[in-house]
T-cell receptor
Framework: KNEVEQSPQNLTAQEGEFITINCSYS?????LHWLQQHPGGGIVSLFM???GKKKHGRLIATINIQEKHSSLHITASHPRDSAVYIC????????????FGQGTRLTINP | GAVVSQHPSRVICKSGTSVKIECRSL??????MFWYRQFPKQSLMLMAT?????????EQGVEKDKFLINHASLTLSTLTVTSAHPEDSSFYIC?????????????FGPGTRLTVT
């Protein structure tokens, strides 16, 4: 079993729908990252969070440390949100590696 | 949030030549830099970790003489692919981390697509 599990692996929705992508992990962490990778390959750091909730525009990320679970929400989804969304967990400090989920491929149809 | 830039975003080179990729943290000091490569439809694979002013630590299976990493300052790290071959064609991504006691911040660069002909 992977340390980081994302669901769903693939998600197709219509423009305007509310999107939720889930990330569960099995080890103790201090921070969790959400990344966006566009079809052309470019990576964008969306959020780094260790507790509670963060919001940026139409994107919201939440984390529950006790349940070892995080969700990424997209409100009023748009075709330009189509990308692979990657969850990664990280340590408190030091030069330890991030552990990545397998990614969720999101397609928003107009 | 903080920004990490990479240059170039795309590069095409001939087999046998060397290519240098730059990674810069634009508004924070990166005490640690990570270099990843990604093959199509696969996850990011860590190649090496470098701390500013120290030699890089390479992951198993990554040739340190082929992938030269320099982390000379707190805002710049470079990855040089030496004597490139077509099998080195890949997407290379850096990630910069700044440590602040028990807290750290870490951001990813947009990536560099290398094509070796």
């Amino acid at each position: 079993k992977n340390e980081v599990e994302q669901s769903p692996q693939n998600l197709t929705a219509q423009e305007g729908e509310f999107i939720t992508i889930n990330c569960s992990y099995s080890v103790g962490i201090s921070a969790l990252h959400w990344l966006q990778q566009h079809p052309g390959g470019g990576i964008v750091s969306l959020f780094m969070l260790s507790s509670g909730k963060k919001k940026h525009g139409r994107l919201i990320a939440t984390i529950n440390i006790q349940e070892k679970h995080s969700s990424l929400h997209i409100t009023a989804s748009h075709p330009r949100d189509s990308a692979v969304y990657i969850c990664a967990i990280g340590p408190i400090q030091g030069a330890q590696k991030l552990v990545f989920g397998q990614g969720t491929r999101l397609t928003i149809n107009p | 949030g903080a920004v990490v830039s990479q240059h170039p975003s795309r590069v095409i080179c001939k087999s046998g030549t060397s290519v240098k990729i730059e990674c810069r943290s634009l508004d924070f000091q990166a005490t640690t830099m990570f270099w990843y490569r990604q093959f199509p439809k696969q996850s990011l694979m860590l190649m090496a970790t470098s701390n500013e002013g120290s030699k890089a630590t390479y992951e198993q299976g990554v040739e340190k003489d082929k992938f030269l990493i320099n982390h000379a300052s707190l805002t710049l790290s470079t990855l040089t692919v030496t004597s490139a071959h077509p099998e080195d064609s890949s997407f290379y991504i850096c990630s910069a981390r700044g440590n602040h006691g028990l807290y750290y911040e870490q951001y990813f660069g947009p990536g560099t697509r290398l094509t070796v002909t």
